[in-house]
């Protein structure tokens, strides 16, 4: 099976892979891989928008000229050196692209930071609006001290 890379449409109320874009569609959110865009999924269960999954390093081309319909991109790239060669990249074709990775910078990737919270029994918001991404200018705060309290709401079923 040849890997494409995956969008998913947040917009409806059903959550399914598209094979086309809805035109109306602004934002998008980009990933790595379908760990990083479930664990974002739910992190932020408000997002409106699409999410791209690359699926691979190997599809950096064939995602770039699909971000080309796109106004708003949001970066949720692995913090490693991959990741950074992808990110770097796709900022050089879309200067406007948002980098939201050093929310997460002391992970590997979103998944990772989520998987971390939830074993140490915390819920997690990216920002105190969760509709909308944190400005870049808030990254830094976000990075110090993401907003956590305590939760049942995460824990696992063993």
């Known amino acids: 099976m040849k890997k494409d890379i995956s969008i998913f449409n947040l917009n409806s109320n059903v959550q399914n892979i598209l094979n086309f874009q809805d035109k109306n569609v602004k934002g ?4 790595e891989g379908f760990m990083d865009a479930l664990s974002f999924i739910e992190i932020q269960k408000s997002f ?3 999410i791209l999954v690359m699926n691979s390093i190997a599809l950096l081309n064939k995602s770039i000229e699909h971000l080309k319909n796109y106004s ?3 970066l949720f790239l692995d913090n ?3 990741g950074m060669k992808c990110k770097s990249l796709i900022i050089k074709s879309f ?4 980098d939201h990775s050093s929310a997460y910078s002391n992970h590997k990737d979103l998944n990772e930071f989520l998987m971390h919270r939830i074993n140490n029994d915390v819920s997690i918001n990216l920002g105190k609006n969760s509709i909308k991404f944190p400005p870049p200018d808030k990254l830094e705060e976000i990075k110090q001290e993401p907003e956590i309290r305590n939760s049942n709401s995460f824990k696992m079923k063993h």
Do not use: C, L, M, T
């Open 28 to 31: 998008v959110a980009v990933f």
């Open 48 to 50: 409106s928008g699409e």
């Open 72 to 74: 708003d991109i949001n």
């Open 80 to 82: 490693d050196n991959a």
């Open 95 to 98: 200067p406007e692209a948002k």
